[in-house]
């Protein structure tokens, strides 16, 4: 079945920092989605992506939808203690790609960030 | 943030009990889902509704049922709950034209012993 890869698993930068992690799949997607989890909470989305190529920006976030249409990056300039959390990418499940009904959002299994002030 | 709630946000339950959960959108959305998120696993989904009374099942539907009656409410029921349906539980919801881009509410830790 599709299955999306995440990596890092984790990462454990000081703050400041610039972090980037990537996600991938074995499969074509016509949409990537970065989402971040709050301990305790639901998952935010963060970025939205729907073309090949496209960068798009959220504040300090920036995310770039591969040209393959195999993976995704997320890149977060000037880390802060806040930006601590878990990041999953997100895609479409087969029946989206082909246009079936709704549903089926398929996720990786996260890439956990630790910020030391 | 996005009008969805759920309830209870907390539950404990024996194996063999019925448990139902709620979830409750101000949004007015079409869309709505029930996903489970395991430690490994990561946030699978149940089942969805695309509107009120049309559901479809997704990746880990067994044991599970749903029902939507309005718009505005989406139900979880466990029929006979399992400890392996031990888990944190999250709804969301999406509207037309930008179905995949779902926001979630709060999530509900539900403990069967």
């Known amino acids: 079945g599709q299955q999306l890869n995440q990596s890092p698993q984790s990462m454990f930068i000081q703050e400041g920092e610039d972090v980037s992690m990537n996600c991938t799949s074995s499969?074509?997607?016509?949409?990537w989605l970065w989402y971040k989890q709050d301990p305790g909470e639901g998952p935010v989305l963060l970025i939205a992506?729907?073309?090949?190529?496209e960068l798009t920006s959220n504040g300090r976030l920036t995310a770039q939808f591969g040209i393959t249409r195999k993976d995704s990056f997320l890149n977060i300039s000037a880390s802060i203690p806040s930006d601590v959390g878990i990041y999953f990418c997100?895609?479409?499940?087969?029946?989206?790609?082909?246009?079936?009904?709704?549903?089926?959002?398929?996720f990786g299994k996260g890439t956990k960030l630790s910020v030391k002030p | 943030d996005a009008g969805i709630t759920q309830s209870p946000r907390h539950k404990v339950t024996e194996t063999g009990t019925p448990v139902t959960l709620r979830c409750h959108q101000t949004?007015?959305?079409?869309?709505m889902y029930w996903y489970r998120q395991d430690p490994g696993h990561g946030l699978r989904l149940i089942h969805y509704?695309?509107?009120?009374?049309?559901?479809d099942k997704g990746e880990v539907s067994d044991g599970y049922s749903v029902s939507r009656s309005k718009t505005e409410d989406f139900l979880l029921t466990l029929e006979s709950a399992t400890s392996s349906q031990t888990s944190v539980y999250f709804c969301?919801?999406?509207?037309?034209?930008?179905?995949?881009?779902?926001?979630f509410g709060p999530g509900t830790r539900l403990t069967v012993t």
């Open positions: 509704s695309y509107g009120v009374k049309d559901t």
């Open positions: 499969s074509i997607f016509n949409t």
């Open positions: 949004e007015n959305h079409r869309y």
């Open positions: 997100a895609g479409p499940g087969a029946s989206q790609i082909y246009g079936g009904s709704q549903g089926n959002l398929i």
């Open positions: 969301a919801i999406s509207g037309w034209g930008r179905s995949y881009e779902q926001y």
């Open positions: 992506l729907y073309k090949a190529g």
